[in-house]
């Protein structure tokens, strides 16, 4: 019976009174043929277990090695050593599966993060992504248990689609069409007709025209699911495919929706630090220690920790875009030459702009409203000075944007005349438009990038190391 087994992170808790029990694990050392660290992923911490000297054979005992799995049933006693209150006295140790110590790649010592990526399968084994991980799973809960308790529906929105939500193009084909030698029209063009779906179709950007649907007819409703973007990218905060969470609001406006962003960012900071203290003592040590090697400039002005509750604990900062570029023009940095990019009103603003903003001038998350609309996607409100749209963006230190939504345009004509600006094929999206033609309301929502947030908890410097498998360019392994 294996599900008999205590798990490791409970045990830690107990009163050590001689109580019989079952652990499971992988081996983390075992030192003098008696004491040996087992570790089975639900805390960082490992339970000493200690062999008595000739109760086993040598051949069990040859087979503890590095990162082999193993049952040990034994008494729980008082800890003899420091550090920790009880050990596990060996009664029967069954080794459940060998671990050759010759070729296993993961070594009790530290390992790059670059080394581990390249062993994604096994770098779960060690303390820094076992915190990680533990830390992501959190989050996710805690995502879910907000929108509950608020009363929103949880949508499942297409992960193949027909349309292009943010316009972008950069999207990943999905067919069934032989690459060799696919159908033709007559113009020479791939004759789609003939595919699986019988249109052309691609992996899904976001779910957010999809959820608007949703929120049409049930009020409130979030997605939270996998979205692809086939951009070029190698930089430590871009993913070919990553996780996204998109709530919709009826009967909401731009206020709103900031209220709720705001409150739904805290809520997951507050969540994580109540629930996983253990594992963002040990990420805030880690890059304590990381950041020692880093010349003074390129150090973070707060550790993590301090960080997250100084996010908790303060009003998120709330300027229009038109304020933004006047900070950023009247900044020392700017006239010190020293952004890579220029500023002027109607740029995109780029991550050192957004990072100044935040780390430099408010020293806290910003909020930055009304965006020029030449900038933005075609479904966001047009404000009535005709330059600017009802858009919000969340800033957060160290990663820049990490919250972006706007109130939606919920007025046909506007929303028309603006597709066709842009060229977005209207008849394509009827379905979209019949949410204007049919009882259409203010409306309102935005998209959370759900590895920022883990990379933002976790204190990580590169996205590729808070999602279990990342995908990027050329590199599509495990």
């Known amino acids: 019976m294996f599900n008999k087994r205590v798990k490791i992170k409970e045990l830690l808790t107990w009163n050590p009174s001689g109580q019989e029990v079952t652990v499971m694990g992988w081996v983390r050392t075992f030192r003098n043929n008696q004491f040996i660290a087992l570790n089975d992923g639900s805390t960082n911490t490992n339970l000493q277990i ?39 006295k060996a009664s029967a140790v069954e080794i459940l599966g060998d671990s050759d110590p ?9 390992h790059s993060l670059e080394f581990l990526r390249e062993k994604a399968h096994l770098r779960f084994r060690t303390n820094t992504f076992g915190s990680i991980f533990r830390v992501r799973h959190s989050i996710a809960f805690a995502i879910h248990k907000f929108f509950h308790e608020k009363g929103f529906l949880y949508l499942h929105t ?21 690459f060799d030698n696919p159908p033709r029209n007559d113009d020479g063009s791939i004759n ?25 007819a049930f009020g409130d409703i979030y997605t939270f699911g996998p979205t692809f973007r086939a951009e070029n990218s190698n930089t430590t905060r871009h993913l070919a495919e ?36 253990e594992d963002l003592e040990f990420l805030a040590n880690r890059l304590a220690e990381e950041e020692k090697q880093l010349p003074a400039d390129k150090r973070t002005d707060m ?27 009247q900044s020392p940095a700017y006239k010190k030459k020293k952004f890579q990019y220029e500023v002027k009103w109607g740029i995109d603003m780029q991550s050192e702009h957004e990072r100044y903003l935040v780390e430099k001038h408010f020293k806290k998350p910003v909020i930055v409203t009304n965006y020029p609309k030449d900038i933005k996607a075609f479904y966001m409100r047009q404000n009535d000075d005709g330059k600017t749209v009802a858009a919000m963006d ?40 019949d949410t204007r033609r049919f009882g259409t309301v203010p409306h309102a929502g935005f998209g959370l990038g759900f590895e920022r947030m883990v990379l933002f908890v976790t204190g990580m410097g590169n996205i590729r190391d808070v999602i279990a498998f990342p995908r990027t360019p050329k590199s599509a392994e495990f």
């Open 158 to 178: 297409p992960i193949i689609t027909a349309s292009d939500a943010e316009g972008a193009g950069e999207m990943f084909r999905v067919s069934t069409l032989p």
């Open 50 to 88: 200690v062999v008595t000297l000739g109760q086993f054979d040598d051949e069990i005992l040859k087979r503890i090695t590095t990162s082999a799995s193993l049952k040990v049933t034994g008494t729980v006693i008082p800890s003899q050593g420091k550090g920790q209150k009880l050990e596990l």
């Open 192 to 216: 789609f007709r003939e595919d699986f779906f019988g249109k052309s179709t691609n992996l899904t950007v976001s779910g957010q025209l999809e959820g608007e649907l949703g929120a049409t």
């Open 242 to 277: 990553f996780w996204m969470v998109e709530p919709e609001m009826a009967f909401s406006d731009l206020e709103d929706n900031m209220n709720l962003a705001e409150e739904f960012i805290k809520y997951i900071i507050g969540f994580v630090m109540e629930n996983n203290r």
């Open 394 to 433: 969340i800033l957060a230190p160290g990663i820049g944007e990490i919250v972006g939504g706007s109130q939606r345009e919920e007025r046909m004509e506007k929303l028309e005349a603006r597709m066709k600006e842009m060229h977005i094929p209207v008849d394509e999206l009827w379905w979209y438009l």
């Open 102 to 110: 010759e070729k296993y790649p993961l070594q009790p010592k530290k």
């Open 303 to 329: 550790p993590l920790l301090e960080k997250l509750e100084f996010v908790l604990n303060n009003n998120f900062e709330r300027i229009t875009y038109t304020e933004a570029i006047d900070i950023l023009l």
